[in-house]
């Protein structure tokens, strides 16, 4: 259970940490989130017997409001450097070329 409770606060604390940078922007903008990306690249692959997938992060930070909508859900993505994540996952490469567009 502890580990649960440890990266449920990491995730706290790194929301509290990023959430100043977006309060003066009004979360309808979603232009301002174009030109950021959330990447989550520390995180385990599996929770319990369950893979780790993009859509379960999401869901972890969908009613954080501090942040804009765009940034939690189309800009988000997460990263394993070893490339052993599950597919939803993404590759450097695809990182790079999504900073591009």
Do not use: W
């Not at 490339?83 to 996952?89: C, L």
């Amino acid at each position: 259970h502890s580990l649960h409770a440890d990266r449920g606060r990491g995730i706290k604390e790194a929301l509290d940490f990023l959430a100043p940078f977006f309060e003066n922007i009004p979360h309808s903008q979603a232009e301002v989130a174009k030109s950021v990306m959330l990447g989550v690249s520390r995180c385990p692959r599996n929770i319990g017997e369950n893979p780790l997938t993009l859509e379960r992060v999401r869901k972890i930070l969908q009613n954080d409001e501090r942040m804009p909508e765009a940034l939690r859900q189309e800009r988000l993505f997460i990263f394993d450097p070893s490339d052993q994540g599950e597919e939803s996952f993404l590759k450097r490469h695809e990182i790079i070329d999504a900073i591009k567009k």
